[in-house]
């Protein structure tokens, strides 16, 4: 899970000298990752973590993926995300004239500190976003220490 990344990009092809942007043959190749022995590999979830001082948040886009396709869990001190982004039905990506997008499954986990509160995580979705709340517990939270005079 997620130590195979999601695959070579592969790009349009540069047109030849004099030849009009029309002639210029575009990449077939489907964007997929491959385990070494040759399998079909789950696709790496982007993720961006924000922290405040009372919460952490997790944020990943999901756009295209059935919010019933997203199961998010914990365990011990990881928080794993997985999913299923499944091709459109009535177009035939056999046909594409460039793939960049990731279809199928994909996968991210991550080690969380000690000190949260496990039974106050949140997840909701937002503007094709997943948006997952994990709460600080009172000893995580920032606390300024005041120095003393020494005698």
């Known amino acids: ?15 030849k000298t004099g030849a009009s942007t029309a002639q210029t043959k575009l990449s077939q190749t489907p964007r997929e990752a491959k385990t070494p022995d040759n399998k079909k590999a789950e696709g790496q979830l982007s993720v961006d973590i924000v922290q405040s001082e009372d919460k952490m948040i997790i944020i990943c886009p999901i756009a295209g993926v059935e919010k019933s396709e997203i199961k998010v869990a914990i365990q011990d001190d990881v928080l794993t995300i997985r999913g299923e982004r499944k091709p459109i039905r009535n177009i035939d990506h056999n046909q594409s004239l460039v793939r960049e997008l990731f279809w199928g499954t994909f996968s991210r986990s991550i080690v969380l500190p000690d000190h949260i509160d496990r039974g106050g995580i949140e997840a909701k979705t937002h503007e094709h976003m997943l948006v997952i709340t994990i709460p600080k517990t009172e000893d995580f939270k920032t606390r300024i220490i005041h120095i003393n005079e020494t005698e």
Do not use: F, Q, R, Y
């Open 1 to 15: 899970m997620n130590k195979v990344g999601i695959g070579d990009l592969k790009h349009a092809k540069p047109a």
